[in-house]
């Protein structure tokens, strides 16, 4: 037999390397803590846990559901209306996705011929080069660096490539890089894509875990966005869901059509239970998804002033469950993972992962309580690992 060769293009080696080396060490009896996952630690709040308990003892809810409940869609229209003032069409511009990642990797089978160029960031999110790749596209990075507060340099893409680029994939507030995009730069982009004719694909996955008072635009904020953008949610980050496999896109009505019509073919919806669960999230109090950002924010000052205290210089993500950190002098991004995991038994992953542009850094999650992060700063600071950045 002989694997596909769609699967050639794909990075995640680093990865799985590392949760290989992870097993490892944790055979030598070292206690892991492991800060590689993107996964929450936390539990819905309790009146999700409790609507979907009533839900699952209903007997009629173990039919397919073929496509999302409508009242699923009305409480996603209901959502966005209420945090970003956009009124959405939950029958036309709504799709209810099994985790955003699902909607990530299909999108391209909707929108893209093989041969098609698709814009990508460098670093990214695997699913982001995954998906176009999987439906034959031709993938030109757009490489987001610190210069440019890791935004893209919309100007600097050849005027070849914007003809024959079909779509562009970006994140903010961003994973790995934990950037965040303000309006005016969602405005410049949708601009763009008028221009070229470019779909953008923004995922928003991260814009409730936000600290220090700063609140996440969405890109259908900007007048005429819905004409040329799509954008993803997911439950999974924002109501601590992410095993309930529950999220959504919104935007171009054309679009969410052509993604329905692939997902007729490849699912039959979300278990219902998970859907009336997922309406107990968006409809119900927000009050756990403002705890859950000061749980996350209190994660980022325990882990980086500690770091901060025994040298290593980090800035303070203003968004997401991620801090990216410049690695240490003398070392590349997957030593400095490999040394760390060795020497304390912590799990952080190597940017290159991500891409060649997240070379120089590590993607560390704030999936652990405060006394796992500090005991992660306290077993560096006795390893001997030498934290100074290259340039102190
Ligand atoms: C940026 C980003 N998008 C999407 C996903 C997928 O989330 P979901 O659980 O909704 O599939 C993740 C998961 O870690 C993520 O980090």
Known sequence: MQKAKRLEGLTSAVFADMEQKKDLVAARGVGI???????????????????LQKEIADQGNYGYAITGL??????????????????????????????????????????????????????????????????????????LLESNNYLPDLDAIPAEIRRKAKMIVLNYPNNPLTATADLDFFQRLVEFAHENQILICHDAAYSELAFDGYTPPSILQV???????????????????????????????????????????????????????????????????QETARRYQRRRDVLIDGLRSIGWQIE?????????????????????????????????????????????????????????????????AKSGIFVRPATA
């Open 316 to 380: 303070k993500p203003k968004a997401t469950m991620f801090v990216w950190a410049p690695v240490p002098a003398g070392y590349s991004s997957q030593e400095f993972a490999i040394e760390l995991l060795e020497k304390t038994g912590v799990v952080v992953l190597p940017g290159i992962g991500f891409g060649p542009a997240g070379e120089g850094y590590v993607r560390i999650g704030l999936v652990q309580p405060e006394d796992a992060l500090q005991e992660a700063v306290d077993r560096l």
């Open 223 to 289: 007048p005429g966005a819905r004409e040329v953008a799509v954008e993803f949610h997911s439950c999974s980050k924002t109501f601590s869901m992410a095993g309930c496999r529950v999220g959504f896109m919104s935007g171009h009505a054309d679009v969410v059509s052509w993604l329905k019509t692939v997902k007729s073919y490849t699912d039959y919806g979300i278990f219902k239970p998970i859907q009336y669960a997922a309406i107990a999230a968006l409809t119900g109090p927000q009050t756990y998804v």
């Open 33 to 51: 803590i492991n800060l590689g996952i993107g996964s929450p630690d936390m539990a819905p709040a309790l009146h999700v846990i409790e609507r």
């Open 70 to 143: 409508p009242e699923l869609l009305e409480a996603i229209a209901h959502w966005y209306a209420n945090r970003f003032g956009v009124e959405l069409d939950p029958q036309t511009e709504v799709v209810d996705l099994i985790g955003s990642q699902e909607g990530l990797a299909h999108i391209s089978l909707a929108v893209i011929n093989p041969g098609d160029v698709v814009l990508v960031p460098d670093p990214g999110y695997p699913i982001y080069s995954a998906g176009p790749l999987f439906a034959g596209a031709k993938l030109y990075y757009l490489p």
